[in-house]
C-alpha cells in the first residue's frame, strides 16, 4: 500500500505563513512528481505547485512568488511553504504523488487525507 500524510494546516491571519509537509510512504518503484491541490468551497480542486523527479517545479498564477514547493534528499517528502497568505488561499490542501509501485506497472495518482488552511481577514 501507498500512504500520504499530510500535516501543517491550521488557521492563520493574513499576510502570515504556513508550511505543509507531505510524507509519502510504501512499496513505490519511482516518484515521478509530488505536488498540493487544493479545493475550497463550491469549487473545483486545482493545483497549486508541482514538482517533479528532476526538480522541476510549477505554480498556479495565484501563488507565484508567494508559495515554495521543496522536498527532501530522499525524494518522499513534500513541503509547501505558502508566504503573504491571502483569505482566498483558504481551502483543504490535498497532497498528490504520480508514482510507479514496480518498475512494470503504470503511474498512478495518489491522494493524502486532505488538510485545511484558513485565512482570516
Known amino acids: 500500500q501507498v500512504q500520504l500524510v499530510e500535516s501543517g494546516g491550521g488557521l492563520v491571519q493574513a499576510g502570515g505563513s504556513l508550511r505543509l509537509s507531505c510524507a509519502v510512504s510504501?512499496?513505490?518503484?519511482?516518484?515521478?512528481?509530488m505536488g498540493w491541490y487544493r479545493q475550497a468551497p463550491g469549487k473545483q480542486r486545482e493545483l497549486v505547485a508541482l514538482?517533479?523527479?528532476?526538480?522541476?517545479?510549477n505554480y498556479a498564477d495565484s501563488v507565484k512568488g508567494r508559495f515554495t514547493i521543496s522536498r527532501d534528499n530522499a525524494k518522499t517528502t513534500v513541503f509547501l511553504q505558502m508566504n503573504s497568505l491571502k483569505p482566498e488561499d483558504t481551502a483543504v490542501y490535498y497532497c498528490?504523488?504520480?508514482?510507479?509501485?514496480?518498475?512494470?506497472?503504470?503511474?498512478?495518482?495518489?491522494w493524502g487525507q486532505g488538510t485545511q488552511v484558513t485565512v482570516s481577514s
Open positions: 498528490n504523488a504520480n508514482l510507479r509501485r514496480t518498475e512494470r506497472t503504470t503511474s498512478l495518482n495518489y
Open positions: 510504501g512499496s513505490i518503484f519511482r516518484i515521478n512528481a
Open positions: 514538482i517533479t523527479w528532476v526538480g522541476s517545479t
